[in-house]
Each structure stands twice: as structure tokens, then as C-alpha cells.
């Protein structure tokens, strides 16, 4: 069980035997707890960040993962400045790419303190890494953060797009990715990598990590379970299963998933090389017959050139296609989950055991695609190619309704484009609303996640 919990305004400093009065309040949603006395210094709150972040700081693992293949970058990129005469070294120059509070960034600057950076080459030379994270709410705390820990002369943080950039005088002889999520593509690695690398590298002379890549899935049947759930029938559930994340350790746990293909490579990158894969189809044999709802997929991510040192969200549930991942130097993030593709209404397929059938595969900009053969495709206002929505029942096409608009709002709100005066009053309404009772007020009809945006835009 895990217990609620709720933050003070301010923290308090308290030493054994003093007593403090705190007062307690409730809404129709909420429960609040103030210190009436002692009096507690008010924090001005000029930083935010978003929660998931802070996962980041404590994933032991991946930041292990990383520290090793920069390592071994910065070896060699050492060896090779050695072979230079001093007077013909251009400065060491590092780039990494979606830093967001920094962990990464830090890490990089401290081993190159290691490689021998010194101080004299940053009063030369100005600072030797550059971070880029376009998220624009947590650059004072990222920069803060350097602050505390003596490193903001050895870092520039770059808040801007990076396509947007001029191509850079001083080019970087290594750079750091930090844009996958559970699917690999989801962040924007192979857009947002390749334009960093033709502004801000070295043409044909610098490293990449990570080095390359691999996605593996499996076919899956979720939802049957609903069928009969303490002798209901709730499987119209199913028609929202539209996440993009799961934990599928968990949902093969408790019954909620079940596994009908044994697990297929999907698509595989290079990114030292920019060898890109091409769209293809597979054959795929079930193992048990049951109906695909989903396609369930994970990376492998090799960190270094050698491919010795692997970061992989392989559900642990599910055994290794190649064993011979287990021999080499093996890292797990954490949380682990994995990315999923839930298939609609008719495009659920209902497969027989060891008979084979066709998968398109391809993918988007951000995100794999599969495909049944056969199935119609229609263009977005992006120019990308997507399978046709199939009809849905009423609910659900008044929840993809609230959700389209709902998703408008947060990319307004991100990209600045609303500056209505008529508008922000109502947001800082709905804002002010929120933040005293959430969801609370039924005369107030606005989406809670849209006075959640509200919320943020106003008082984060």
C-alpha cells in the first residue's frame, strides 16, 4: 500500500522537542495541511519542472550506462588530440541533446575534467559542452543546478530548437543523445540528432553515443480478462486502451496481457554511419491463437562503438531473442516499461497458431509503425502517411474529441501562440479555480486537464 502525502508551502527547520501547530483543511478533493506556528521563511518559487523528470535523477542504471560509453569516447578523442600538434588542436567541444535537468550533462563535463580539460582551456576557450533542452520551464533550475555544483563556466545551456541554430564556428568532437523514450523514436532522435550533427560537429571526424540501436516487439492480446471481471462484463473498457507506454512485466503478471508471438526485430539504426532502415514486411507466426490488440516494443541500444556496454527496457518477463546480450555489459532503466501500438476495432486481428501472417513495417518521424497489408491509409497535415481511424462508438468519439482539443490547447500554450486577452482571462480563472479545488466546481465547465494546462501556464 502506499500511503498519500502532501508538501508543505515551505519547509521547516525543527529540532527535538519543539511543538508545532498545523492546521487541516479539506475540499471535495483534497486535503491541505498548514503550519500555523512556527512560522516558516516563505521560499520564493522561481523554478519548475515537470515530475517525470525527477525518475531520471534516480535511474542508477542508465546514468551508469552513460558514463561508461563516454568514457570510452573521450579516450580515444584524447588519443587522437595527442597525435595533433598542441598549436593545430582545435578545443575540445562536447554536444549533448535533450539534457534536461543536466544529470548527463554534469557527468560529461566532470569526465572530461578527467581527460584533462583545465581551467586554462575554459578561460581560453569558453565553455567546452553544450546542453540543449527546448523545454523552456526547467532552464533556470538546469542552470541553477550548474551553479551549486561549480560547473556553469564549463556548461552553456541552450534553450533553443536546434534546428533553428546557425551552423556552429567551433565544432564538437563528441555528442550526447538523451532523446529515446521506451519506443526509441518518440522524442525526436532521428530529426533533432542528424540536424545537430550537420550545425554542431565535426563533418567526418566525431563520435556519437549512442552508437546504434535496435527495436525488438511481439505480438499481444490484451483485455480479454475484462470479460468477465468479478463477474461483469467490462470489456468496453477496451475501446480506451490508447497509451503508448506500458509495463508489460506487470501486465503478464496479473493476467491483463497475454503473449501470442515469439519477439521479432523490428527495426535497426546506425547512428555512427546515419544508416537508416527501410520500410519492410515480416512474416509473423503465432505461437498461440488468440486476437492482436497490440504490439508491444522495446529498444536495444548499444551505447559504444564496440557494442560492449548495452542499455536496453527488455521486459524481463520475456526471454532474450540473442543470449548473447546477457554476456555483455548490461544496463536496464528504471522504471522499465515498454511502448505499445494498440490496434482499433477492425484492425484487431484474430490469428490461428503456427499460421503465418504478413506486418508492414515502417515508421514516422517519432514513432513505429505497424500495419496490417491491405489497410487504408490516409494523409495527416504533416505530410505523413497513417492508417484511416476506424468507426468507434459514440463515447469514444466524444473522448477523441475532448482529447484533440485538450492536445491544441497544451501545444498553444507550449509554442506561445495565445496572447487573447479575453482568453488568458479566463485561464487565469480556470487557473485560480483549479488550484483551489481541482476538478472540483461542476458549474465550471472547462476539461480538467485544459485548467491543469491553465494551471501551469499561470502559477508554474
Same mark, same amino acid.
Given at each position: 500500500p502506499r500511503p498519500a502525502t502532501r508538501g508543505l508551502a515551505s519547509p521547516l527547520q525543527v529540532t527535538k522537542g519543539d511543538e508545532i501547530h498545523i492546521r487541516a483543511s479539506y475540499s471535495r478533493s483534497r486535503i491541505r495541511f498548514e503550519v500555523v506556528s512556527p512560522e516558516a521563511p516563505k521560499h520564493d518559487k522561481r523554478v519548475a519542472c515537470p515530475r517525470w523528470l525527477f525518475l531520471r535523477s534516480w535511474d542508477e542504471q542508465r546514468v551508469d550506462a552513460f558514463r561508461k560509453a563516454i568514457e570510452k569516447a573521450l579516450g580515444k578523442i584524447m588519443e587522437e588530440r595527442e597525435q595533433i600538434p598542441k598549436l593545430d588542436r582545435h578545443p575540445l567541444r562536447l554536444v549533448h541533446l535533450g539534457a534536461g535537468l543536466g544529470q548527463i550533462s554534469m557527468?560529461?563535463?566532470?569526465?572530461?575534467?578527467?581527460? $584533462?580539460?583545465?581551467?586554462?582551456?575554459?578561460?581560453?576557450?569558453?565553455?567546452?559542452?553544450?546542453?540543449?533542452?527546448?523545454?523552456?520551464?526547467?532552464?533556470?533550475l538546469a542552470r541553477h543546478i550548474f551553479r551549486d555544483n561549480d560547473l556553469d563556466r564549463d556548461i552553456f545551456f541552450c534553450a533553443e530548437d536546434v534546428r533553428k541554430l546557425p551552423s556552429q564556428p567551433t565544432r564538437a568532437q563528441l555528442i550526447i543523445c538523451e532523446l529515446f523514450d521506451p519506443g526509441l523514436l518518440g522524442e $525526436?532522435?532521428?530529426?533533432?540528432?542528424?540536424?545537430?550533427?550537420?550545425k554542431m560537429c565535426n563533418a567526418f571526424d566525431h563520435h556519437v553515443i549512442p552508437a546504434r540501436a535496435s527495436v525488438w516487439a511481439a505480438a499481444f492480446e490484451f483485455g480479454e480478462h475484462l470479460k468477465s471481471c468479478h463477474g461483469f462484463d467490462v470489456s468496453v473498457f477496451n475501446h480506451y486502451r490508447t497509451g503508448l507506454m506500458l509495463d508489460l512485466d506487470s501486465a503478464l503478471a496479473n493476467g491483463s496481457a497475454r503473449q501470442l508471438s515469439n519477439v521479432f526485430e523490428v527495426l535497426k539504426f546506425d547512428f555512427v554511419n546515419n544508416e537508416m532502415?527501410? +520500410?519492410?514486411?515480416?512474416?509473423?507466426m503465432p505461437t498461440e491463437s488468440g486476437r492482436v490488440t497490440a504490439i508491444v516494443f522495446w529498444y536495444e541500444i548499444q551505447m559504444d562503438m564496440e557494442g560492449e556496454v548495452i542499455l536496453t527496457n527488455w521486459p524481463e518477463s520475456i526471454p532474450p531473442a540473442d543470449f548473447s546480450m546477457l554476456e555483455k555489459d548490461l544496463h536496464r532503466p528504471a522504471p522499465l516499461r515498454q511502448a505499445v501500438c494498440h490496434f482499433q476495432g477492425e484492425y484487431a486481428k484474430e490469428v490461428v497458431k503456427d499460421e503465418a501472417v504478413e506486418l508492414d513495417i515502417g515508421y514516422t518521424q517519432a514513432w513505429p509503425q505497424f500495419i496490417w497489408p491491405g489497410t487504408q491509409m490516409v494523409q495527416r497535415e504533416s505530410g505523413e502517411m497513417v492508417p484511416k481511424t476506424p468507426p468507434m462508438p459514440r463515447h469514444r468519439?466524444?473522448?477523441?474529441?475532448?482529447?484533440?482539443?485538450?492536445?491544441?490547447?497544451?501545444?498553444?500554450?507550449?509554442?506561445?501562440?495565445? +496572447?487573447?486577452?479575453?482568453?488568458?482571462?479566463? $485561464?487565469?480563472?480556470?487557473?485560480?479555480?483549479?488550484?483551489?479545488?481541482? /476538478? $472540483?466546481?461542476? /458549474?465550471?465547465?472547462?476539461?480538467?486537464?485544459?485548467? /491543469?494546462? +491553465?494551471?501551469?501556464?499561470f502559477f508554474l
Open positions: 557527468l560529461a563535463a566532470q569526465l572530461a575534467r578527467e581527460a $584533462g580539460v583545465t581551467d586554462a582551456d575554459v578561460d581560453t576557450h569558453g565553455s567546452y559542452l553544450v546542453a540543449v533542452e527546448q523545454m523552456p520551464k526547467i532552464t533556470a $525526436g532522435i532521428l530529426v533533432l540528432l542528424n540536424a545537430a550533427r550537420i532502415p527501410a +520500410f519492410h514486411t515480416i512474416k509473423l468519439m466524444g473522448y477523441e474529441k475532448l482529447k484533440t482539443e485538450t492536445e491544441d490547447l497544451e501545444r498553444k500554450l507550449q509554442h506561445g501562440l495565445m +496572447f487573447d486577452e479575453e482568453v488568458l482571462g479566463d $485561464g487565469y480563472a480556470a487557473a485560480e479555480r483549479v488550484a483551489l479545488e481541482p /476538478n $472540483g466546481n461542476p /458549474n465550471y465547465t472547462i476539461d480538467p486537464q485544459n485548467a /491543469n494546462y +491553465f494551471h501551469m501556464m
